[in-house]
């Protein structure tokens, strides 16, 4: 009899910041674009985990973070929030990101995305985004 192992769910914090509807990605070394965020800790608010990721990622202090809404992708449940940036706001790179990019939503490709991220492009993040 073969026993089948449950792998629980991870839970993460993603953040869609927008400017003049672009939306910014991060990069890691060696690694494609993905959208700001990460892993919310146990015990941890969601958005709490949302706002600390930007801060670690980008040094952005963002009190306006909206709940946009929750997406499954494999074994990873994202908390989906939106922040709009003016177009003054300066940011630097922390916690191992070593590029960041703004991208019009109608030329963000899921080909140019991290899996985990081109995953949560192919459920319609703009369209969430967009009726937010």
Known sequence: MSVTKHRPAKVKATVLCSRNDKVLLVRRKGAKWRFPGGQ?????????????ELWNELSLHCPGLNAVGTLEVGNV?????????PDN?????????????WVCWDELSATMLK??????????????????
């Open 40 to 52: 919310i800790a146990s015990g941890e608010a969601p958005v709490v985990a949302a706002a600390r």
């Open 115 to 132: 899996p985990t991220a081109a995953a949560l492009f192919a459920r319609d993040l703009p369209g969430l985004v967009h009726n937010a």
């Open 89 to 101: 706001c300066c940011f630097a790179l922390g916690k191992g990101i070593i590029a960041c990019k």
């Open 77 to 85: 449940f994202h908390h989906i929030y939106m922040t709009v940036l």
